[in-house]
């Protein structure tokens, strides 16, 4: 997947935000201000929220990839190195192979090197390009050993074990976390078959009820309000679950999505 630069995404949210007001717009003078409207707005809140939700998803699985290129990378420098191999070189030759989007970053390091760039210059541009927490890291480490007047090369060896480490502990903790996130969806599934049940049974012959202090006098606004609370549980219930797999609260955006989808198809089609 490719990366998606800062430029792209504040393109993509401004052009999501004037199709939102474009529909939000054109159902207002469709329909006016009634009840209607609410499925012009939901419908435009997923035109804000999808394309930020997808972009950041594409960035995270390209910025994983990354990470899990590194010890390779660090391995064959290592491996080049045993055998006599400079570390500019090394880096050459490193930059012929398949590490994945590491291969486009490391091709751009090895051609700053190639005019006149000091290795620690191509190594701190390659981490601001990269962005990611173990590329930023790891080099300032690596800059450090070679600072020290140490051999670079005999670094990248521990320095491809700990982001080994930090890998495994990292899928350990998204394996841990699996559950509370199925848990956040079975919450969900729950609320919707009981207001399902509710509107089956008890609501049927209610009219003109106080509920949460707001008179309503038809099912319809009974339909309303629980509509909404499912959307701002979808929605919020989808940031937690990215917040506990993924350690990001914009990486839940893609669980919100879903969770809203589900409880809208579910009220609209089972009440």
Do not use: C
């Amino acid at each position: 997947m490719p990366k998606i630069e800062k430029r792209i995404k504040r393109t993509a949210v401004a052009v999501s935000v004037l199709v939102a007001i474009t529909i939000i717009v054109f159902g207002y003078f469709t329909i006016g201000f009634t009840a209607g409207l609410d499925d012009f707005m939901f419908f435009a809140f997923l035109a804000v929220v999808s394309p930020i939700a997808l972009l950041n998803y594409i960035d995270y699985r390209w910025r994983k990839s990354v990470d899990e290129h590194l010890p390779d990378l660090f391995r064959s420098i290592v491996q080049a190195q045993e055998t006599g191999i400079i570390l500019s070189t090394a880096l050459e030759e490193a930059a012929k192979r398949d590490y994945g989007p590491l291969t486009a970053e490391l091709r751009k390091m090895t051609a700053q090197i190639s005019w006149g760039a000091s290795f620690e210059e191509a190594l701190l541009s390659f981490a601001q390009r990269v962005g990611t927490v173990l590329s930023l890291r790891t080099v300032p480490m690596i800059i450090e050993a070679s600072r020290s007047g140490g051999k670079v090369e005999k670094v990248f060896d521990p320095m491809g074990k700990f982001i080994q480490s930090t890998l495994m502990l990292e899928k350990e903790r998204k394996t841990q976390t699996r559950p509370y996130i199925a848990i956040i969806y079975v919450a969900l599934f729950v609320f919707l078959f009981t207001i399902v049940i509710l509107f089956k049974t008890f609501f049927t012959n209610v009219e003109g009820v106080a509920l949460f202090t707001m008179p309503t006098t038809s099912l319809m606004d009974l339909k309303r309000i629980f509509l909404h609370l499912t959307l701002i549980q979808g929605f919020f219930g989808g940031l937690v679950a990215g917040k506990m797999g993924e350690g990001s609260i914009s990486a839940g955006l893609k669980h919100s999505i879903v969770m809203m989808l589900l409880g809208y198809v579910a009220l609209r089609f089972f009440l």
